[in-house]
């Protein structure tokens, strides 16, 4: 069965500040998806980044970068000097090999309320 | 514009009146399904459907029905909703093949049962 691990559940920290959100999955399956998702206070969910199980290559999008790594089944998140409009819900997940059913179900962490504080 | 789109964006209603949540998409794609979101944990699927007139059930269908008569819609039906239905709900559609991996999701409806 597919598992994924948001162990913070909310974190606060000061405008600035780096910050890490971690991301532990559990799957059988050798080609799968990972994702990150965004949901700010108003609720809709917004697509962050899409990663594939043979491209371990960390990226890096402006402030927010990813680091891969299939040897600890993590996949996690850092927003580099935070802004108080990074505050929000984030969840990670990881899509089901089509050719096992699920109808491409993605299975999602419990999130991370993130806080950025002024 | 590609999108998902979902009707109502917010309801209210009592215990036992059957509701109807609609969602749509402009994308032609084969996959969709529904999402309830919880305090604590996260989404969960509820039901999917892999193409028109072939639906299954996720991880949490109790309570629900779903159709899909056309590629396009995918209705979430809640015969007689009770209070632990109360949540945020999502619709998500993705393409078959390659491109499976392509998630879309609607803006979420959030609903309320008294």
């Known amino acids: 069965a597919q598992k994924v691990t948001q162990a913070q559940t909310e974190i606060s920290v000061v405008e600035k500040e780096d910050v890490t959100l971690d991301c532990v999955y559990e799957?059988?399956?050798?080609?799968?998806?990972l994702f990150w998702y965004k949901q700010p206070p108003s609720g809709e969910l917004v697509f962050l980044i899409r990663r594939n199980s043979f491209d371990e290559q960390n990226e890096i999008s402006g402030r927010y970068s990813w680091n891969f790594q299939k040897s600890t089944s993590s996949f996690n998140f850092t927003i580099t000097a935070s802004q108080v409009v990074d505050s929000a819900v984030y969840f990670c997940a990881l899509s089901e090999d089509i050719l096992t059913g699920g109808g491409n179900k993605l299975t999602f962490g419990t999130g991370t309320q993130l806080k950025v504080e002024l | 514009e590609a999108q998902v789109t979902q009707n109502p964006r917010y309801l209210i209603t009592v215990t036992g009146k059957k509701l109807t949540v609609t969602c749509s998409q402009n994308m032609n794609h084969e996959y969709m399904s529904w999402y309830r979101q919880d305090p604590g944990l996260g989404l969960r699927q509820i039901y999917y459907s892999m193409n028109v007139e072939v639906t299954d059930k996720g991880d949490v269908p109790e309570g629900y029905k779903v159709s899909r008569k056309e590629k396009r819609n995918f209705p979430l039906i809640l015969e007689s909703p009770s209070p632990n239905q109360t949540s945020l709900y999502f619709c998500?559609?993705?393409?078959?093949?390659?491109?499976?991996?392509?998630?879309?999701f609607g803006p979420g409806t959030r609903l309320t049962v008294t």
């Open positions: 799957t059988r399956d050798t080609t799968y998806y």
């Open positions: 998500a559609s993705s393409p078959s093949g390659r491109r499976s991996y392509e998630q879309y």
